[in-house]
Structure formats: C-alpha cells, structure tokens
C-alpha cells in the first residue's frame, strides 16, 4: 500500500456564479506521476491553483501530508514541499537563470537583512553551499551554457527548463507541472520527458502534471486523472483510460463517440 | 606580456571557487581601479576648494537617501513617493533628540533611522493590496501627511520655523569643519552602497527583485510577499532617515521645506537617471541631479559677458531642462547612467578595434 502524500476532499471552486471545480475528490500517491487531461476549460489550471495556494477554494478541503492546508498562504506551502511551473512561463525577467535559480533555495536559506547586507561570513557561506546545489541542478537538466544570461533573453524551450530548475531547487515532495511541453518541438519533448521521468525516479519526487499530449501522458504517467466542465469524470491507470467511454466523449464529442 | 587596454578589468577570467565568481571585484585589475576611485575620494579635500567640498557631502548624503529609494523602487518595484518625507522624520528626529532630549548625534542618528524606517514600514502596510499608480498615490498620501505634521507638531519640530542644531562632534573634532563633516558622510554613504551591493547579491535582495519581477511566482517559490515588501519599505526608510539626520547636521537647521514633495520627485528622478535596480546607479543619478543646476549657474555666469540676458533664462529654464533630461532619459536610455557607463566601458573593451 503506497502512502498518500496529498488529498483533496470534496473540492469546489466558484467565481460568482461560474462554478470552475465541483466536488473533486482526487488523491495523489507518493511516489507517482499523475497525470491531469481534460479539454480546455475543464478546470485543470484551477485545481493547480487551488494546491499551490493562488486560489482559495470555495468549499473542500486540501491535505498535504496528513495536515490541512486548505488555508494556508501560498509561501508557506512552498515551504512545506509544494513546488509548481506555470502554463505561461512565470520567470522573473530581469534576473539571470543563476539568480532565478537560487531564488528557487529561498525557502533553505536563512539570512536576513543583516546578515545579507554584511554578507562576509555568515550569508557569503550559505550562498556558496547553496550555489553548489543549484549547480547540480544545472548540470542534471544540462542548462550550463546560459548560466549567466538574463532570462528574458532566452528562447522558449530554455525558459521552460529553467522554470522547471527553479521549482526543483525548492527540493519539492511534490510537483506541480502545468503544460510542461506546450508549445515545444519533439525533441525539446523527449528532452523534457526525460527530465520528468528522472526527477520522479531519482529524486523521488511525486509529480502531478496537466498536458494535452496523449502520447507523452500515456508514456509517462502512473495514472491519469480527466476532468471535464469543473468535474473529476474518470481516474485510473493510462489503459483503463484509454478505454473508458466518458473519456472518449469528452474529448471527441458524444456523436462522434457513438460513430466509432 | 598581456597587451590589454587598462579599463577592460573582467575578460579572460576563469574561476575555480564559487566564492571568486560571486565577488564584486573578481580580478586584481578591478581591485586596483576602486582603490584608486577611493583613494581620490580621501584625497578630495586637498584637491578642492571649502565649496566644492561641500558640494560633495551634499551629493553623497543625497546618495545614500537615493540607494534607500532604489532599494524599495529599482529592487522591490513598490514606488514611493514620500520617500522626502522619510528623511524629513529622520531630520526631525534627529532634531529633535539632540535639541530638546540633549542626547549625542551619534546616538540620535541611529534612532532617527529607525523613526523613519518605522514609519515608513507603517505607511507601506498599503502595499499589501496597492500596486503600481494606485501605490503611489497611498505614499503621496504619506507625503502630504507627515508635511502637515511637520509643521503643525510645534512642539517636536518647532513648526514653520523649524529645529536649530549645535554642530555635533567627533571626540576633539567637530562636524562644523567641513571636513570632518565630508569624511563622515563619505564613510557613512559608502557603507550604504556596501551595505545595499551586498544585500543585492544574496536572500533578501533576490527575493526583492522575485516580487518585483513576478509577485505571484515569488510567492509561489515561498517568498513572504507582505513580509518582504514592508522589509523593503523599512530599510528604505531607514536609509532615508540616516540621510535625512545627516543633512541636519549638514544644513544645522530643519524645516518643513527641505522634505517637500518636490524633493521626493527629485529622488525618484535620481534613480530614474541614474538606473532602477543598480545600486551605484544610484550614486551617479544622486550626483547628476544635485549637480546640475550648479553646472547651470556656472554656465550662466561664463555667458554673462556674452549673453547678460542669459542668467535669468537658465535659472528659469532649470526645471524644464531638468524635466527635459529625465524624458531623454525615459526614451534613449530608460536603464540609466549606469548602463551608460556600462556601454562606454563595452566600446573601450575592444578599443581601438572595435568593429
């Protein structure tokens, strides 16, 4: 029996009388690569919102290693484990790829205004063993050569990846990865599932991620969750998945369902 | 032999420790330059007269009130514009600590940075919820706020008239000499631009530039976005406030008028010219602004003879000139002197084969 590292009771979210989740029960093992599909507008965006703590949930109740955080701020659940990239690139701009990195640190690292301003000793110290981590990270997703430039410079897929360094220098217990590979070519797909696939097994971090690629969900996930119009329609292993008329439905459209 | 043009300091550079690539001065050359810029900084009151060493510690008391603002604006992106103000509670405190407390400058100043950072933390509780234009006018409200009480606490800051100061001293030196007061000032500033240099390169700074960036990922990445910005808005303050109990010393004599709100254009000028976000961009826009009407009147005078009507222009052109530069400023160079500083010292790096 796998241990559950997060679980959502009953979740609801409406914005005025537009109700984006209902009542989604979905629980997330430790250990595992869970994918979210579903058309757009289904809701799976929000429902990353509402665990990293951008959105609060109007009803239900969202537990992270057996505690309640449905109303913790979101800085806080960073600290607790919980990291995340976003569908539209959300890098800090002006910062080069190394400081947004270290960024990611923030919650592992201590000193304060003073100890910072002085810097000689105390924060020079942390900075530089801290540095030596993010440099793993560098090197594990192979961004070495644009350690240094600002990231606004950069083409699409790197800042991507960088997104991506950024999350997992908080040395999250779990991942949340909106559209990790929208708008990339096949190879930078491969590159990334590559990347997914050993952060999982290597690091032993529990993944959730939204994509619209069957391939790759099918591929890489230990199980798949679908949501359609705000509600969870189906869970289960990718070929159980595959199978299940509601899916299908959703996804071609009832008429055509019934043709095929 | 290296053949090498001596203001091209950092190329060929290879590290091998973390802590090298990460210094400010990575190589010997660099080292050599700002000991020079220091050692004529020391040098400065051989070099010049009583006035232009005046000058001088206006320029860098006006610096180090700058490098507060571009901590909380150029760093933490929250504008301020009451950023006189602050300064004008550290001025007054100061005042009013020595004149009618009889404590000692030197235990004054601190406390006056303080008072400010204080209030300045108060009036960025706005932050939590304001941002941009709408931020700005919350400080324009601090603004016009503490000038009221300026002038109305009679009591505290002795109203329009404003506080007289005794000039302090230090040990058998007095801050009367001008230039006592010049290396006084000279070290406090400079421990200002360490002190910020420092802070931009490790935690607190990065988180500055993270919410000023993307709030919403900085938040996600666990930085405190309230905690942070009302960091941002104290240290700024409290920079404001040392500035501001400086120039008490400096002028021996506090009033309203000195923390206007066109003093608070003025600082937001000075970063803008002199680059949001660089710390000794800062210091150059300080000096650019407080110069140039100086330069201006030099100027008028050198055309007298020339042109006699030109004294009264200038002086009255001195505001539109000035908002003339900011705006060429805005369009051809919005990232300031320091990045212009940075583009000469590029042009030089290949000199004299530079195509």
């Known amino acids: 029996m796998q241990q559950e590292l997060l679980v959502v009771e009953n979740l609801s979210l409406h914005f005025g009388g537009v109700a984006a989740l209902t009542n989604i029960d979905l629980t997330v093992r430790k250990g595992e690569i869970l994918a979210i599909i579903g058309p757009n507008g289904a809701g799976k965006t929000s429902f990353l919102n509402c665990i990293s703590g951008l959105y609060r949930p109007s009803g239900g109740r969202i537990f992270f290693e057996g505690r309640d955080i449905t109303r913790l701020s979101p800085h806080r659940r960073a600290a607790l484990g919980i990291a995340r990239t976003f569908q539209n690139i959300e890098l800090f701009k002006h910062m080069t790829v190394l400081d947004n990195i270290m960024l990611g640190r923030h919650v592992h690292l201590r000193s304060g205004i003073l100890a910072g301003g002085i810097y000689w000793g105390l924060a020079q110290k942390e900075e530089v063993r801290h540095r030596r981590r993010v440099e793993e990270i560098i090197d594990f997703l192979e961004i070495e050569f644009i350690r240094n430039r600002v990231v606004g410079s950069l083409s699409y897929g790197l800042q991507k990846r960088v997104e991506l360094a950024r999350a997992l220098a908080l040395e999250p217990k779990l991942l949340l990865l909106d559209e990790p590979m929208a708008g990339m070519n096949v190879e930078e797909k491969e590159d990334m599932a590559r990347f997914i696939l050993d952060i999982a097994e290597e690091w032993g971090v529990t993944l959730v991620l939204i994509e619209h690629d069957m391939g790759v969900v099918m591929d890489l996930s230990d199980r798949v969750a679908v949501f359609d119009f705000g509600r969870k329609i189906a869970e289960g292993l990718p070929e159980e998945i595959k199978q299940n008329p509601r899916v299908v439905e959703a996804y071609l459209g009832g008429q055509l369902a019934e043709e095929a | ?355």
């Open chain 2, 1 to 355: 032999m290296r053949l090498r043009f001596p203001w091209t300091t950092n190329c060929g550079l290879f590290f091998t420790r973390y802590e090298e690539d990460q210094a400010f001065l990575p190589s010997r050359a660099a080292k050599i330059k700002v000991l020079c810029l220091f050692a004529l900084l020391l040098a400065l009151p051989w070099l010049v007269g009583p006035y232009p060493l005046r000058i001088a510690s206006q320029v860098a008391i006006m610096a180090l009130g700058a490098v507060g603002l571009n901590l909380l604006t150029g760093f933490a992106g929250q504008i301020s514009v009451g950023h006189a103000a602050f300064m004008g509670v550290g001025a007054y405190a100061v005042g009013a600590l020595t004149t009618k407390l009889g404590l000692s400058f030197w235990l004054a100043l601190p406390l006056g940075g303080l008072a400010a950072a204080l209030v300045g933390a108060f009036f960025g509780l706005p932050s939590l919820r304001l941002k941009g234009l709408y931020l700005a006018i919350a400080t324009l409200a601090a603004q016009v706020i503490l000038d009221f009480a300026f002038v109305r606490l009679e009591p505290i800051t002795g109203g329009a008239a404003g506080l007289v100061l005794t000039p302090p001293s230090l040990g058998p030196l007095s801050l009367a000499d001008d230039t006592v007061f010049y290396y006084v000032t000279l070290a406090l500033t400079m421990a200002g631009v360490i002190f910020a240099l420092n802070l931009s390169r490790s935690r607190v700074g990065r988180a500055f530039m993270a919410i000023r960036d993307r709030d919403l990922a900085a938040a996600m990445l666990g930085v405190d976005l309230f905690g942070y910005k009302l960091r941002a808005f104290f240290l700024s303050s409290f920079y404001a406030g040392l500035a501001g109990g400086m120039l008490a010393a400096y002028t021996r004599v506090v009033t309203p008028e000195q923390f206007t709100l066109d003093v608070s254009i003025q600082f937001l000028a000075m970063i803008v010219i002199g680059g949001l976000g660089d710390v000794l961009g800062s210091v150059y826009g300080a000096a650019f602004v407080s110069l140039l009407p100086i330069a201006l009147s030099y100027l008028a005078q050198a055309l007298q003879g020339v042109l006699p009507q030109m004294v009264n222009l200038l002086s009255a052109c001195q505001t539109a000139l000035f908002g003339l530069v900011i705006i060429l400023f805005l369009i051809f160079e919005p990232q300031g002197l320091a990045k212009l500083w940075r583009h000469i010292k590029d042009y030089f790096r290949l000199w004299p084969f530079s195509y």
